[in-house]
T-cell receptor, first 114, second 114 residues
Framework: SAVISQKPSRDICQRGTSLTIQCQVD?????MFWYRQQPGQSLTLIAT?????????ESGFVIDKFPISRPNLTFSTLTVSNMSPEDSSIYLC???????????FGPGTRLTVL | GDSVTQMEGPVTLSEEAFLTINCTYT??????LFWYVQYPGEGLQLLLK?????DKGSNKGFEATYRKETTSFHLEKGSVQVSDSAVYFC?????????????FGSGTQLTVLP
């Protein structure tokens, strides 16, 4: 299995501000998935990021709102821009570790927007 | 598209009771199937998985069998404990897709009473 860390673990932010969430993995990652889990809901895929190319966003999510960086094979960031209370969720990174078919998840970042 | 339908919760059981959480799926290819667990205040953890028809995944006393004929992957445990209280998510990864991201069910909240 992979060791995955996310920073921050939680944050409380004001409307209109932005937050960047970091995801660090101890193994090389072929793909990085970013998910959102709204209160009491299941997980929804935001985007898929390959190293060296632009992320692919799911329906309902756009790059201007959720820009993603993937500077190397073990690190990625997701920014939640111009936040509103509707963005209050848990955000999880999920790396696809090379040579495995199992998806692991980071511990999540619990975001509350006031 | 792919979808996962999970038994609605919440489910409340007494300690040592038998647990079944139903999960059925729709997929165009030959998916891998997973059960993830989310304990209170924690991130998502892989509980068990099965990658082909008739495979049985097992872990921590939980079992699930990949039934292609009924497109099901029901989670079972013979005797639940208070520490099993968590939210359980059924998920699939369709190997026909290039990204192979996970599609999740809605989650089932399990509470085990002493």
């Amino acid at each position: 299995s992979a060791v995955i860390s996310q920073k921050p673990s939680r944050d409380i932010c004001q409307r209109g501000t932005s937050l960047t969430i970091q995801c660090q993995v101890d193994s090389q990652v072929t793909m990085m998935f970013w998910y959102r889990q709204q209160p009491g809901q299941s997980l929804t895929l935001i985007a898929t990021a390959n190293q060296g190319s632009e992320a692919t966003y799911e329906s309902g999510f756009v790059i201007d709102k959720f820009p993603i960086s993937r500077p190397n094979l073990t690190f990625s960031t997701l920014t939640v821009s111009n936040m509103s209370p509707e963005d209050s969720s848990i955000y999880l990174c999920s790396p696809r570790v090379a040579c495995t078919d199992t998806q692991y998840f980071g511990p999540g970042t619990r975001l509350t927007v006031l | 598209g792919d979808s996962v339908t999970q038994m609605e919760g919440p489910v409340t059981l007494s300690e040592e009771a038998f647990l079944t959480i139903n999960c059925t799926y729709t997929a165009t290819g030959y998916p891998s199937l997973f059960w993830y667990v989310q304990y209170p205040g924690e991130g998502l953890q892989l509980l068990l998985k099965a990658t082909k028809a008739d495979d049985k995944g097992s872990n921590k006393g939980f079992e699930a069998t990949y039934r292609k004929e009924t497109t099901s992957f029901h989670l079972e445990k013979g005797s639940v404990q208070v520490s099993d209280s968590a939210v359980y998510f059924c998920a699939l990864s369709d190997r026909g897709g290039s990204a192979r991201q996970l599609t999740f069910g809605s989650g089932t909240q399990l509470t085990v009473l002493p």
